[in-house]
């Protein structure tokens, strides 16, 4: 009995765990997907309807308005992140003095959530409160920035708080894979005569594909569930120009009772990421077994 229970021991600590998980997760994304096939309002229906949601999903204006803002703010926040944390890491690279209070912070804003994010971003772009007040009490009257309220450039502020939030974390993956490189070859590099910015371009940056792999695999993820950064800094406005699928789901199981409509976009958004987290998790695993 005693062998028994030492051989499975850690499979009866690990159970109510991975119950819980299977339930309230798997579970919960089968039950999601279920009634995204049935015609539910307030209340879920168990009734099947076919794909008649994910149609009316696709017929919807705002679900174009809130797949086009995924588009900009998710090619933007990703492209200016990487771009930013990998300057910033090269620049840090290079040993400067104070380095430690320096990367501490560039990371501090990783460390707030995207509410407190919103809503310091909505006080500084605010053209009442922030940098158009500021400027102008400095006497340029005439300066105008007002992003926050404007239907074509909000989505714009987004990516500012977005960018500002993520782009020291982007750095801390690029920095540790900086300091990885084999110095050897920097070092053979160099005595040859190449330039540092020539060794930066063609022989670092081009070893850090994995961390580049990494950083844009997170980075999506964050655009595609982003939530409550939207809804503290824009509130989805001005009328639903900064919606993205996340606060258009909201919106429909919250604010209009539509559950089969919130079920199908939440559904939508689920495959959307496992279209970029699955074939990142099998080039993974081959590598492993190379």
């Known amino acids: 009995m005693s062998a028994w229970l030492t051989r499975h021991i850690p499979k009866i600590a690990v159970a109510p765990?991975?119950?819980?998980?299977?339930?309230?997760?798997?579970?919960?994304?089968?039950?999601?997907?279920?009634?995204?096939?049935?015609?539910?309002?307030?209340?879920?229906?168990?009734?099947?309807?076919?794909?008649?949601?994910?149609?009316?999903?696709?017929?919807?204006?705002?679900?174009?308005?809130?797949?086009?803002?995924?588009?900009?703010?998710?090619v933007l926040f990703i492209a200016v992140s990487v771009a930013l944390g990998l300057l910033l890491a090269i620049l840090l690279d290079q040993r400067i003095r104070a380095e430690g209070a320096i990367r501490t912070v560039y990371l501090y804003p990783m460390a707030l959530s995207f509410i407190v994010t919103g809503t310091a971003w909505k006080w500084i772009l605010n053209p009442g409160l922030g940098i158009e007040a500021v400027?102008?009490?400095?006497?340029?009257?005439?300066?105008?920035?007002?992003?926050?309220?404007?239907?074509?450039?909000?989505?714009?502020?987004?990516?500012?708080?977005?960018?500002?939030?993520?782009?020291?974390?982007?750095?801390?993956?690029?920095?540790?894979?900086?300091?990885?490189?084999?110095?050897?070859?920097?070092?053979?590099?160099?005595?040859?005569?190449?330039?540092?910015?020539?060794?930066?371009?063609?022989?670092?940056?081009?070893?850090?594909?994995?961390?580049?792999?990494?950083?844009?695999?997170?980075?999506?993820?964050?655009?595609?569930?982003?939530?409550?950064?939207?809804?503290?800094?824009?509130?989805?406005?001005?009328?639903?120009?900064?919606?993205?699928p996340a606060t258009y789901m909201y919106a429909m199981a919250f604010s209009r009772g539509d559950l089969g409509q919130a079920a199908a976009s939440a559904t939508v958004m689920l495959m959307t990421v496992a279209a970029i987290i699955i074939p990142y998790l099998y080039s993974q695993l081959r590598q492993s077994h190379d």
């Open 17 to 74: 765990s991975l119950a819980a998980v299977l339930f309230f997760v798997y579970g919960f994304i089968a039950w999601t997907g279920y009634v995204s096939l049935t015609r539910s309002r307030i209340l879920p229906r168990y009734q099947l309807e076919g794909l008649d949601q994910y149609a009316k999903l696709f017929r919807t204006p705002r679900w174009d308005v809130a797949m086009e803002n995924l588009l900009v703010f998710g």
């Open 135 to 244: 400027v102008r009490s400095w006497g340029w009257e005439d300066f105008r920035f007002g992003w926050l309220v404007d239907p074509e450039l909000a989505i714009y502020t987004v990516v500012i708080a977005g960018v500002w939030q993520a782009s020291g974390f982007v750095m801390a993956l690029f920095l540790a894979g900086l300091r990885s490189v084999d110095q050897e070859i920097i070092k053979a590099a160099m005595v040859d005569g190449v330039s540092l910015p020539r060794i930066y371009a063609s022989i670092i940056i081009p070893s850090l594909s994995p961390v580049f792999l990494s950083a844009i695999i997170v980075l999506a993820h964050l655009a595609i569930k982003s939530f409550d950064l939207v809804i503290a800094l824009t509130g989805g406005g001005p009328g639903y120009a900064t919606d993205l």
